[in-house]
Antibody, heavy 120, light 113 residues
Framework: QVQLQESGPGLVRPSETLSLTCTVS????????WSWIRQPPGKGLEWLGY???????NYNPSLKSRVTMSVDTPKNQFSLRLSSVTTADTAVYYC??????????????WGQGIPVTVSA | DFVVTQSPDSLAVSLGERATINCKSS????????????LAWYQQKPGQSPKLLIY???TRDSGVPDRFSGRGSGTDFTLTISSLQAEDVAVYYC?????????FGQGTKVEIK
C-alpha cells in the first residue's frame, strides 16, 4: 500500500514562497507521475501540476509561472514551490500519485493533506 | 481548458434509496485509439482526503463496494449509488484526465434525507 506524507510550514507570509515536500513510502517513486492538488477552505479540488520520476513536468497554466516541482528519486520525495503567494493560495495541499497509460492521470493514492495559510 | 460540470450541487436521499450524480464535460473524453473514457470519480468524506472510486468511467477501484457504479461515454457520465448507506455521506467529484490541465467538477454533496 503506497503511502504519501506531506511536510512543510503551515503558515506563509504574503509575497513569499510556499515550499512543501512529499515523502513516498511503502512504494517506489519510479515509473509514476506525481501531482499536487489543493483545496481552498470549503471549496473544490484544483490540480496544480505533475512531475514524472525522470523530472519531466507539466503545470496548470492557471498558476502561470509561479509553480515549480522537483523530484529526489534516491530519497523517494518530490516537492512543490509556489512563489509570490497571496491569501488566495490558502488551502489544504495534497500530494497524490497519478496512474494511467502515458500521461493520463487518475489519482489512486493521496496524502492526508497539509493545511497552509497565507497570512501576515 | 476542459470544463467539467456536475449536477446537482447537492442531493438528499433516504437510506437504501438510489442516488445519481451527473457529470458533463465540455469536450469528449473518449480516446478513439483505445475506446476508453478518461474520467474518474472520487469520494471525499468530511475531514478526509479524497478517495478514488471509479476510473475509465466505469471501473471500480479495488475494495470499492459494488453499490457504486459509473457509466456514460463521450461527454455525459453518471455515478450511481444503488442503495445509499450512512457511510456514503460525502462530497463526490468527477475528474477528466483526457488532457492537461486535468480538471475536476465542482463537487456534489450527498446527504441523508
Amino acid at each position: 500500500q503506497v503511502q504519501l506524507q506531506e511536510s512543510g510550514p503551515g503558515l506563509v507570509r504574503p509575497s513569499e514562497t510556499l515550499s512543501l515536500t512529499c515523502t513516498v513510502s511503502v512504494g517506489s517513486i519510479t515509473g509514476y507521475y506525481w501531482s499536487w492538488i489543493r483545496q481552498p477552505p470549503g471549496k473544490g479540488l484544483e490540480w496544480l501540476g505533475y512531475i514524472f520520476y525522470s523530472g519531466d513536468t507539466n503545470y496548470n497554466p492557471s498558476l502561470k509561472s509561479r509553480v515549480t516541482m522537483s523530484v529526489d528519486t534516491p530519497k523517494n520525495q518530490f516537492s512543490l514551490r509556489l512563489s509570490s503567494v497571496t491569501t488566495a493560495d490558502t488551502a489544504v495541499y495534497y500530494c497524490v500519485r497519478a496512474s494511467g497509460p502515458g500521461t493520463a492521470g487518475y489519482f489512486d493514492y493521496w496524502g492526508q493533506g497539509i493545511p497552509v495559510t497565507v497570512s501576515a | 481548458d476542459f470544463v467539467v460540470t456536475q449536477s446537482p450541487d447537492s442531493l438528499a436521499v433516504s437510506l437504501g434509496e438510489r442516488a445519481t450524480i451527473n457529470c458533463k464535460s465540455s469536450q469528449s473524453v473518449l480516446y478513439s485509439s483505445n475506446n476508453k473514457n478518461y474520467l474518474a470519480w472520487y469520494q471525499q468524506k468530511p475531514g478526509q482526503s479524497p478517495k478514488l472510486l471509479i476510473y475509465w468511467a466505469s471501473t471500480r477501484d479495488s475494495g470499492v463496494p459494488d453499490r457504486f457504479s459509473g457509466r456514460g461515454s463521450g461527454t455525459d457520465f453518471t455515478l450511481t449509488i444503488s442503495s445509499l448507506q450512512a457511510e456514503d455521506v460525502a462530497v463526490y467529484y468527477c475528474q477528466q484526465y483526457y488532457t492537461v490541465p486535468w480538471t475536476f467538477g465542482q463537487g456534489t454533496k450527498v446527504e441523508i434525507k
